[in-house]
């Protein structure tokens, strides 16, 4: 057991917990992105299925190459005794797995690798979490496409047919869309009421897991029903949490959860998890706050920041030219200082990354939504970050400056809001980003005329 979860301590602490018969019923994973929790916990959930071991075992018990049933499906993560919720970014962990697929596109690890990271996704669509659920008829299709995929790919490796770029390439794909049109941002009460209702059924096998990943984004409904489960859980059942901060769960809530911390690795561990899983070498670059894993990961993305930075800056440079001919349309000649800075500091930045000037909101939008494909593998609330920076960048001057603390209230309230309507209540990306235009566009012309003495300006800059 936690053979390939390396370098963290409360890996010990679980299998000691475990072997000693102390583990709790109920437990908090906490710890930075790409620590190690989410595998501790799909090996903890192995583990408690595994029918060759029993109460009582020693350390070395349940390994990972185990040849029981119970096992076999968990590897595959199909085992129905395992349910998972809750969301995540999957599109860097599956770009990266397949990367080192098409190296070595006859090894059966690196194919399993391919395969866990789709199915990480694919199993947060259990009939038990879609049932009744309005989406389940939109996103059917896109389920059995990625099952066919996945068996496809399986006889391909089998086989050496040597379509394996094509399979994998349509299984991403799928798999991108389905993250964007599947998996909001904050786990919903009905999914922990479905999840509940499982709970109290009796397992398959020996013992039942449900795992509630980044369980911080719980709705407030949600926790209220999650607490009921917490404080009577059914004899046969483990509960799982995982979380980036122990205080991000609420105190009702971590008072009955056995908490286990999961540390940042150091360069070296990091290092040597990507040569081994992903059968890589280690990055040029490692970014500070993601880490070395995180960097890796994020390098595979198909928008990297990147990308999406020099379009947050098209966005804004643009859409402070249109607030500046609305504000001269409405006779309002001196322009407020704010605009004029956001129109100044990003129309360079765009125009570097070869953004022409447009002259219409529909060809900006569109531009965009091209750019980014429908901001696909959920990168909307990345440009959504990007575009805040680059607003901060802009009025870092004037901080202090009622006219700037109100622009950058402006900008967070619209962000938080289309960040909103995309990832909690799914609304389709291009439509939020049409309101968000929109919205900000009205706010800043209101408060340029609201403004009893406007700094006097010309432009908007070269936008």
């Not at 906490?30 to 989410?38: D, I, Q, R, T, V």
């Not at 030219?321 to 407020?336: V, W």
């Amino acid at each position: 057991m936690f053979e390939n979860l390396l370098g963290q301590r409360a890996a010990d602490q679980i299998r000691e917990d475990m072997s000693a018969g102390r583990l709790a019923p109920s437990m908090l994973f906490f710890g930075p992105p790409a620590s190690g929790k989410g595998t501790a916990a799909l090996e903890l959930a192995r583990a408690l299925s595994c029918e060759a071991a029993g109460p009582g075992n020693g350390p070395d018990a349940a390994p990972w190459n185990c040849g029981c049933p119970a096992c076999a499906a968990h590897r595959q993560l199909a085992h129905i005794d395992l349910l998972v919720l809750g969301s995540r970014p999957f599109a860097p962990e599956i770009s990266a797995a397949r990367a080192a697929f098409l190296r070595e596109p006859g090894s059966a690890a690196v194919s399993m690798l391919f395969i866990r990271s789709v199915r990480k996704l694919l199993i947060r669509f259990s009939p038990v979490l879609l049932e009744d659920d309005p989406k389940s008829g939109k996103l059917n299709p896109l389920l059995a496409a990625l099952e066919e995929g996945l068996g496809d790919l399986e006889l391909t490796v089998q086989g050496g047919t040597g379509e394996a770029e094509k399979i994998s390439a349509a299984i991403m794909k799928s798999a991108f869309k389905l993250e964007a049109e599947g998996i909001g941002d904050h786990i919903p009460i009905g999914q922990i009421r479905r999840a509940a209702y499982w709970s109290h059924l009796a397992p398959a096998g020996r013992r039942k897991t449900l795992l509630i990943e980044n369980a911080d984004r719980m709705q407030d409904g949600a926790r209220n029903s999650l607490l009921k489960i917490l404080e009577e859980p059914p004899e046969t059942l483990s509960i799982i949490l995982t979380a980036p901060r122990r205080e991000a769960i609420l105190p009702t809530l971590l008072s009955r959860l056995r908490p286990y911390r999961f540390l940042r690795r150091d360069a070296a561990i990091e290092g040597e998890v990507i040569r081994r899983v992903f059968r890589d070498a280690l990055p040029e670059r490692a970014g500070e706050a993601a880490g070395l894993i995180g960097a890796y990961l994020d390098s595979f993305l198909p928008l990297p920041d990147e990308k999406l930075y020099p379009l947050a800056a098209y966005f804004i440079a643009a859409l402070a030219r249109i607030s500046a001919h609305t504000l001269r349309r409405q006779r309002i000649a001196a322009l407020p200082e704010e605009l004029l800075l956001l129109g100044t500091h990003c129309a360079p930045i765009a125009e570097g990354a070869g953004l022409a000037r447009p002259e219409d909101i529909r060809e900006i939008l569109a531009r965009i939504l091209s750019e980014t494909g429908s901001f696909e593998a959920r990168s909307f609330p990345r440009f959504l970050n990007a575009a805040l920076s680059l607003v901060s960048e802009a009025l870092r001057g004037g901080y202090g400056k009622p006219g700037f603390i109100a622009y950058i209230e402006i900008w967070r309230k619209y962000a938080r809001e289309a960040d909103a309507a995309a990832g909690v209540w799914n609304q389709n990306p291009a439509l939020a980003l049409e309101r968000l235009f929109s919205g900000l566009r009205s706010a800043m012309t209101a408060a340029a005329a609201r403004a009893p003495e406007p700094q006097a300006g010309g432009s908007a800059g070269p936008y």
